[in-house]
C-alpha cells in the first residue's frame, strides 16, 4: 500500500466507514473513538509480515480487530494468506491474555480482514474459502 493511501486509510473515520459500508449499508455502527491502532507485524512460525493496516476496536465488552490488506494483483494465495494473518493475529491475543495473566473473553477476538485490489486489471484469484 503506498504511503498516501496508508496514511488516508488509517485515520480511525475513513477506517470505519469502509466497514460500515460494507457490514451495515453505510450506517455509523462502527465509532472511530473506539479504534486502538494495533502491530501490523504477524510473526509465522520464522518469518514475520506485516499487514498494511490493523485496528483494534473497543465498543463494549468485545475485542475485535479490522484488517485492510491492499492488494495491487490477483494473488491465488490471497484467501490462504487472510486466512493465515487472522489465526495469527488470535494466536497473539491468547498469549497476551496468558502473559498478562488476563482471563481471556468468553470467545477469540472476531476478526474481519477487507483486500482492498487497487489493480488495473479484474480480480481473477479466488475471493472467498469454499
Same mark, same amino acid.
Given at each position: +500500500?503506498?504511503?498516501?493511501?496508508? /496514511?488516508?486509510? $488509517?485515520?480511525? /473515520?475513513?477506517?470505519? #466507514?469502509?466497514?460500515?459500508?460494507l457490514?451495515?449499508? $453505510? ?8 479504534? /486502538?491502532?494495533e502491530? #501490523? ?8 509480515? &506485516? ?22 494483483? $490477483? ?7 487472510? +486466512? ?6 488470535? +494466536?497473539r ?5 496468558? /502473559?498478562? &495473566?488476563?482471563?481471556? &473473553?468468553?470467545?477469540?477476538? +472476531? ?20
Amino acid at each position: +500500500m503506498d504511503i498516501e493511501s496508508k /496514511k488516508f486509510l $488509517g485515520q480511525p /473515520k475513513n477506517f470505519v #466507514s469502509i466497514f460500515n459500508a460494507l457490514l451495515f449499508d $453505510g450506517q455509523p455502527v462502527l465509532k472511530p473513538e473506539y479504534l /486502538k491502532d494495533e502491530n #501490523s507485524e504477524l510473526v509465522m512460525n520464522v518469518s514475520s509480515k &506485516h499487514v498494511d493496516i490493523i485496528k483494534r476496536y473497543e465498543g463494549g465488552t468485545y475485542l475485535d480487530l479490522f484488517v485492510i490488506e491492499s492488494q495491487s494483483y $490477483g494473488d491465488p494465495s490471497m484467501v490462504v494468506r487472510v +486466512m493465515e494473518y487472522e489465526s495469527v493475529a488470535r +494466536m497473539r491475543y491468547i498469549r497476551q491474555c496468558f /502473559k498478562k &495473566h488476563v482471563p481471556m &473473553h468468553t470467545r477469540l477476538p +472476531m476478526i474481519l480482514t477487507v483486500v482492498l485490489y487497487v489493480g488495473e486489471s479484474k480480480w481473477n484469484a479466488a475471493k472467498r474459502l469454499s
